[in-house]
């Protein structure tokens, strides 16, 4: 199992090592965010089906990221509630990118995409926090990683301008070696010219092949970027399902919930064959903070809270010997389960072997109950005209025709809506439209239909 605390110590020492001189007596500070939030890291990690060896090289990534982005956070003079959210985002937005990239490219344009988009992800949450323009500027100019490379490029620059230098010595040698070779062409003079002019042609080719490589590392940086971006997602149409929040979780569901509505609504596609509208999100000043509400076509589907200070666990999945009285929570139900909100340090220190949701995650939970158990509203007339042209095109153009024919659109919408609402995927629609056929011409009625796919499906009504 993936446990990064034998390499967290070097780590901790590389980060005190290279914090900056104007920050010496805020070590213990940098310090200690590098590494909760690198705990914090590895316990994401674990959830996920990387190899060991891939999560380590993420946590590395991470860390140094987390190390970086602490100082300029702490330079910009930002809330210290803010912080711990920025942070949280960006470690978030990284496994994100990283789940779809890392068995795909290259570690070395990995590295390079993740620099751009943790500042694209950290520009887009200082210009959404509720603070000053004066303060935003002031953040937006810290780059403590600029400030680094900086430091170590002029060590590059150095080593580059030696070796040039040794490069033109060994020219100015091989001409001498030339004019001298001519005088001397019998002699062993003659072999070192040709080991110098060696030397040369070799140099030639390194630099040749090196301009291939920066050119493949570019190609798959724009690559990594287009496979990174989620924007082209939010052109989807139909905004059917909308979500309002409280003002004080807006800005989670910017960052962190709309690209998990995104890959909630791929998931279901995907898995369950189920096509579900967009999602538009707003902030409505009237709710209480943490709350947010589901609305389906205008109509309340449900509601909840999340608080963003906070994860969540489930009583019943808290492991180890662990007094739950003993630690600040906060109690609330889900899914009729009692939960408790439990503030993150805690979750690190004194929970480190209880599965935990962060607030994003247990937003998607819910939500992908409530569309699922209310199918019958979301799944339109439109959509089931789409799953008979998908049944012509890719499957019979026959069974569309006699199941268009004989059984009503509303009758075709009604069963696959509680087929969808009983868990059962419909993404086999050609196979379902068989036995739906089949089934109504032995006059079953719709809820029979339903229910002998289910049986079909092993599914216990």
């Known amino acids: 199992m993936f446990d990064a605390k034998h390499i967290l110590p070097e780590i901790i020492k590389q980060a005190h090592n290279f914090i900056p001189g104007d920050l010496e007596d805020k070590k213990a500070y940098i310090i200690e965010k590098v590494n909760f939030y690198s705990l914090f890291a590895e316990k994401l990690l674990k959830n996920i089906n990387f190899s060991e060896e891939q999560k380590f090289f993420i946590f590395q990534i991470i860390s140094e990221w ?32 990283l789940t779809q990239s890392v068995n795909q490219f290259e570690r070395q344009a990995i590295i390079k995409i993740v620099e751009k988009e943790v500042e694209k992800i950290y520009n887009n949450v200082i210009n959404k926090l ?17 400030n680094f490379s900086t430091s170590n490029k002029k060590k590059i620059t150095t080593s580059i301008i030696n070796i040039l230098s040794w490069i033109i010595i060994a020219v100015i040698y091989a001409n001498t070696v030339l004019y001298i070779g001519n005088y001397f062409k019998n002699s062993i003079f003659y072999y070192v010219i040709i080991i110098c002019c060696t030397v040369v042609i070799f140099n030639k080719y390194i630099s040749h092949k090196y301009a291939i490589e920066q050119e493949k590392l570019k190609k798959s940086q724009k690559e990594l970027i287009e496979l990174a971006s989620t924007d082209k997602f939010y052109n989807l149409n139909c905004d059917e399902i909308n979500i309002e929040v409280g003002k004080n979780i807006i800005n989670l569901a910017i960052t962190m919930i709309l690209p998990k509505i995104i890959s909630l609504r791929t998931l279901l596609a995907e898995e369950k064959g189920y096509i579900i509208p967009k999602v538009t999100v707003k902030d409505n000043v009237n709710l209480e903070e943490n709350t947010y509400n589901v ?45 408790y909100w439990i503030k993150k340090y805690d979750i690190i220190q004194k929970l480190n072997q209880t599965k935990f949701l962060m607030p994003a995650d247990v ?33 019979s153009d026959k069974i569309a025709e006699k199941i268009s024919n004989e059984v009503d659109i509303a009758d075709i919408q009604y069963i696959l809506s509680n087929l ?3 868990n059962i995927s419909v993404k086999n629609i050609g196979y379902i439209f068989e036995q739906i056929y089949k089934l109504n011409r032995n006059n079953f009625t719709n809820d029979k239909i339903v229910c002998e796919i289910s049986k079909m499906y092993e599914i216990d009504d």
């Open 295 to 339: 609305y389906l076509h205008g109509i309340k589907a449900g509601s909840g809270k999340i608080f963003i200070d906070r994860y969540m666990i489930f009583e019943d999945e808290i492991k180890g010997e662990v007094n739950i009285d003993d630690i600040d929570k906060i109690e609330e139900t889900l899914f009729d389960k009692k939960v």
């Open 363 to 395: 937003f998607i939970m819910y939500l992908k109950k409530v569309v699922i158990e209310n199918a019958d509203k979301i799944l339109s007339l439109k959509d089931t005209y789409n799953y008979i042209t998908t049944v012509k095109d890719n499957y």
């Open 130 to 146: 509720p603070i000053t323009e004066g303060e935003k500027a002031e953040a937006l100019k810290q780059s403590n990683i600029d």
């Open 420 to 422: 969808i609402k009983k």
């Open 66 to 97: 987390v190390f970086h982005k602490t100082i300029d956070l702490y330079r910009s003079k930002i809330k210290e509630e803010y912080i711990g959210e920025i942070l949280e985002i960006i470690i978030q937005h990284i496994i994100t990118i």
